[in-house]
């Protein structure tokens, strides 16, 4: 019985991917690379995705962080981003290599992802499938089940590991094909297209993109913080402000003692400064711009002062 280590995204199309060897007597196990900018919510609970692993008849996951490793493409992607700091080809080499790793140590005999052949005009066009093979350099090792028979036999199935007849031909963006072998394999809920990566997010995407072309501070804790709250940039000035109680907690547990946090006396959300080192007094007004609380006890007469934690 073979084994695969499959690139789980959380999409339809890697969840269908596992399913199809799986039917052939595959063992799957997924393997989820997280990032601030994806698969983040399994940071603190890693167990979710284990118990998620077990209950589609896979083997019991895997919940890697590869932050470190993804900033470094993140800054200078080779083959640049899409619409705004997402760097998909590249992303995709980097998860594929990390993958190529881990066989050994799993006893798996390839790695499997739910790439379709152009169903993404950046990263599944043919020219970009080669290219990944290439730089991750696992060619003849990386199957892509949904649309394996348009492509190249892999060495699981010319050894006859994988029935290449079981397996499918979806290209392009149509996804009716997905939706009905969901149906058939009796998928309730069906998960998003893609993965969910922030990058793409016209806010965050933007942001992130103005943080890179301005050569900001870009590090594991700042990437955290670049997903959150409000973010105010100007020349020599980052300043973060969080926009409700749970995003004020978690920006003081990323920052701990690494920037200068402020409150205001009154409720008000965090102030966390990133670059700059602006008056107190400026802290202050743009805390009290977004704590309509503290403006009316500040108009009732009361002291409203700012306080640093």
């Known amino acids: ?26 063992k799957v ?10 698969g983040w919510k399994y940071k603190k609970n890693p167990e979710i995705f284990y ?38 080809l590249d992303c995709k080499i980097l998860m594929v290599r990390l ?20 169903q993404r005009p950046m990263s599944q066009n043919r020219q970009a499938l080669e290219t990944i093979e290439r730089d991750a350099e696992v060619k003849g090792i990386l199957l892509r089940p949904l649309s394996a028979k348009l492509l ?8 006859g590991l994988v029935d290449r007849e079981k397996l499918l031909d979806l290209q392009g963006r149509q996804r009716k094909p997905q939706l009905e072998l969901a149906k058939k394999w009796g998928i309730k809920e069906i998960p998003t297209p893609a993965g969910g990566c922030l990058l793409t997010d016209p806010q965050i995407g933007s942001r992130v993109l103005k943080v890179l ?4 501070l870009l590090t594991y804790k700042t990437a955290q913080l670049l997903c959150l709250g409000r973010h105010f940039l100007e020349e020599n000035l980052w300043v973060i402000l969080g926009r409700n109680q749970e995003e004020n907690q978690t920006i003081q547990e990323i920052v701990e003692k690494e920037f200068p946090l402020y409150m205001l006396s009154q409720s008000s959300p965090v102030a966390c400064v990133v670059e700059g080192n602006p008056p107190v007094e400026f802290i202050r007004e743009l805390l009290l711009k977004y704590a309509p609380k503290a403006r009316k006890r500040l108009a009732e007469g009361e002291a409203v002062e700012c306080i640093k934690l």
């Open 152 to 159: 190249e036999p892999t060495i699981p199935e010319r050894e």
């Open 213 to 216: 072309k301005e050569k900001r």
């Open 51 to 88: 118990q998620k692993s077990l209950e589609l008849g896979f083997e019991k996951g895997l919940v890697l962080d590869i932050t470190e490793e993804y900033l470094q493409i993140l800054k200078k992607p080779r083959y640049g981003y899409g619409d705004f700091a997402n760097p998909c």
């Open 99 to 118: 993958a190529k790793t881990l066989l050994s140590e799993l006893g798996a005999d390839f790695i499997a992802t739910g790439e379709v052949v152009g």
């Open 1 to 26: 019985m073979g084994k695969a280590l499959l690139l789980f995204s959380d999409g339809l199309d890697s969840l269908l991917a596992g399913l199809v060897l799986k039917t052939q007597g595959i």
């Open 29 to 38: 196990i997924p393997v989820k690379f997280i990032t601030p900018f994806f």
